[in-house]
């Protein structure tokens, strides 16, 4: 995982195309040679639910640098006043604007030393939703399989590799395909 300047914690795998698209090929040129419960490992920090995914051109530091600037202005960037600010209820969050139009919901977190959660609002300019299993399952085949023809059995190949259930559902292998298109580089 990139360095994420505290006092954020934003997990780039799961909401930053360019950093996916950068993860894979990394794992690429190790010539195949990462595969064990690290990498099992470091695709669990997806999840397993449905989340948003930015596209846009900002990179993972811009952003970061970005929301920090807008709570440094805010002067909200010390815990108790950022956590007032966006409310005391785990349920709340608030919403901000960067450079690029993109909206990122930033959310109190109990920590420390990462107390802002951050990740890309739902429906905001350069993003699109996916569930994490699809993304997941892209990813494992991407690096593991790598055909441009994508069969079914390669695919719960590949799936079985990181604990997930066969894919029986053609809808199911059409979403899957669709984001394997979409991390190809």
């Excluded at 669990?44 to 811009?62: A, C, P």
């Excluded at 785990?90 to 909206?103: A, E, F, G, P, V």
Aim: glycine letters at 4%; hydrophobic letters at 40%; charged letters at 25%.
């Amino acid at each position: 995982m990139p360095n994420i300047p505290q006092p954020l914690i934003f997990n780039p795998l799961k909401h930053h195309l360019i950093y996916i698209r950068d993860f894979i090929a990394e794992r690429l040129r190790d010539n195949n040679d990462f595969y064990h419960e690290y990498f099992v490992r470091e695709l669990r920090y997806i999840g397993s639910s449905v989340m948003d995914v930015y596209n846009g051109s900002l990179g993972v530091r811009q952003i970061c640098d970005e929301v920090i600037s807008i709570i440094r202005s805010l002067n909200i960037i010390e815990q108790d006043t950022f956590r007032k600010w966006e409310g005391y209820d785990h349920r709340k969050y608030k919403s901000i604007t960067l450079s690029d139009k993109s909206r990122w919901i930033v959310q109190y977190n109990d920590d420390t030393f990462r107390f802002i959660h951050l990740f890309p609002a739902r429906l905001s300019p350069h993003t699109f939703r996916i569930k994490a299993n699809t993304l997941k399952s892209a990813i494992i085949y991407y690096i593991i399989i790598g055909k441009d023809f994508i069969a079914r059995e390669d695919l719960n190949y590949a799936r079985s590799l990181i604990g997930l259930s066969a894919v029986k559902d053609p809808e199911e292998c059409e979403a899957i395909t669709k984001m394997i298109d979409i991390i190809r580089f």
